[in-house]
């Protein structure tokens, strides 16, 4: 199982537990945040003969994906209550078959910001443009830009955040 740097290591645990054996063809992707935890699996691939032409292809593999989603439903759905009890988060689901990835369910949090004018252009300049739709969704395009053009620093940033928290956990005790 993978998780972001951040990850909770008893989710991961309960997890690799409570998952059914062959739902996934391997330990499956797991992200952790403050509201939501992702479980995606990769699933065996149809076998749809060495001829099949790209439509075939990509029609069996969401199909695949589909299958997944509608079979094991009332199973996920009992796995997600039980862990949101347990860590107080949503649980969101996907499969991953090929080349082909679906999300089942995510969640979409809102986030409240103060932005000065020279934001809000930048804001209002994506919707002017057809960009966005709207200035929450221009906001969420640029947090998307970002993470994407800098994972390498996210990634540093993330693991200076976990050198604090151990050097914080070692620190002196209050007596």
Aim: contains cysteine.
């Amino acid at each position: 199982m993978t998780t972001q740097e951040n990850g909770d290591e008893q989710v991961l645990g309960w997890f690799a537990g409570r998952l059914p054996d062959g739902w996934f063809t391997g330990p499956p992707e797991i992200a952790v945040d403050r509201d939501e935890i992702r479980v995606v699996g990769v699933l065996a691939e149809p076998d749809v003969g060495t001829d099949a032409t790209p439509e075939t292809r990509s029609a069996a593999l969401g199909s695949r994906i589909a299958g997944f989603r509608e079979d094991t439903r009332t199973q996920r759905m009992r796995i997600a209550d039980e862990a949101q009890h347990r860590f107080g988060r949503k649980v969101s689901w996907g499969a991953a078959c090929g080349e082909e990835r679906q999300l089942f369910t995510t969640l979409s949090v809102p986030a409240m910001t103060r932005l000065r004018m020279p934001e809000r252009r930048v804001l209002d300049t994506l919707v002017d443009s057809g960009v966005a739709r709207s200035r929450s969704h221009a906001l969420a395009w640029c947090v998307r830009l970002v993470a994407e053009r800098q994972d390498e620093w996210l990634k540093d940033l993330r693991q200076a955040m976990t050198a604090v928290e151990q050097v914080r956990a070692e620190g002196p005790k209050k007596d």
